[in-house]
């Protein structure tokens, strides 16, 4: 019998439904995302306990390592169990001094759909997110020709569903235009809630707002009033930003990374704390 992870599932499409606790698996990769991990069987001892613990989603992108995260996939998990959905990025590729450039030119998608799909050892991608802005922020302007590439390549069978990364709302109201989109990963946690009003959407519209760095940017005050929460519920402040992150909206989605089966589980322990009002109201105050 599957398990039931904090949080429940979350439906996004007919043919997608997904553990709202998921695993990001960028941190597999070896230092900076770059190279092996330093411990393989590690990694892979990682990935088993994902799928042990209940997760049926796994955020990977072949510019992890660059390769290397998605072979250790295929390496632990393949043939995939039905329920298990593997959610893959495409838009950015890595230069050999380590830096992330956009790639998002027609060739450079089609690539990255093709690689993805022999790595990961698989007919067709369950979810590609279309990776266009920053870092951290959106960047402004039309998305328009290489999210209608993707729309292609979903046409053609490739790809079952459509999200996108670091993204403004006008952009996402673009993407909505050329095909539905199921899935925003942007930026967002405690202390960075600019994304505020696009969370709210996004639960609107039945649309899956995954959250990255849920510790990212904070400011040593910020930092202070969650340590002060996480002691007070016996709790890491990690795992009170996660469980912050699942109570915020009926369609969030955790992708917590790590490469230690003992955090891992910390993690989705962490994701099951129900936050008690006076916490919520005091965390609030970041």
């Known amino acids: ?11 996004l499409a007919e043919d997608l439904t997904v553990s709202r606790v998921g695993y990001g698996a960028m941190q597999l990769a070896g230092p900076e995302v770059w190279g092996p991990p330093r411990d393989r ?14 997760i049926t989603h796994i955020d990977t992108s072949d510019y992890y390592g660059p390769y290397v995260v998605n072979e250790l996939i295929r390496e632990a998990l393949h043939p995939y169990p039905d329920h298990l959905h593997i959610a893959t990025k495409v838009g950015a590729r890595r230069a050999p001094d380590k830096s992330w ?30 990776r266009v802005g920053g870092l951290f922020e959106p960047t402004p302007g039309s998305i328009a020709e290489p999210f209608t590439v993707l729309a292609e390549l979903q046409q053609q069978g ?6 996108l990364s670091c993204v403004s709302p006008e952009q996402l109201t673009e993407a909505q235009s050329i095909a539905p989109v199921v899935s925003v990963q942007n930026f967002y946690n405690l202390a960075n809630r600019a994304d505020d009003p696009l969370v709210d959407r996004c639960a ?42 699942l109570q915020r909206s009926p369609t969030t989605l955790l992708i917590p990374g790590t490469s230690s089966v003992a955090h891992l589980r910390e ?17 609030d105050t970041m």
């Open 204 to 245: 609107r519209e039945g649309i899956a707002y995954t959250s990255f760095f849920p510790l990212g940017g904070f400011q040593p005050m910020q930092s202070d009033v969650l340590d002060r929460v996480a002691s007070r519920l016996h709790a890491t402040p990690f795992q009170i930003a996660l469980a912050w992150l």
């Open 1 to 11: 019998m599957q398990k039931v992870l904090p949080g429940g599932n979350l439906k």
């Open 101 to 130: 450039p956009r790639a998002l030119s027609r060739q450079d998608l089609i690539t990255a759909v093709h690689e993805n799909l022999e790595r990961l050892g698989l007919d067709a991608l369950d979810l590609v997110n279309l």
């Open 41 to 54: 069987k590690g990694a892979i001892a990682v990935l088993l306990e994902a799928v042990e613990l209940g």
């Open 158 to 163: 490739l790809i079952r569903h459509l999200g």
């Open 267 to 283: 993690n989705v322990e962490g994701a099951g704390i129900e936050l008690p009002r006076d916490a919520l109201e005091e965390l």
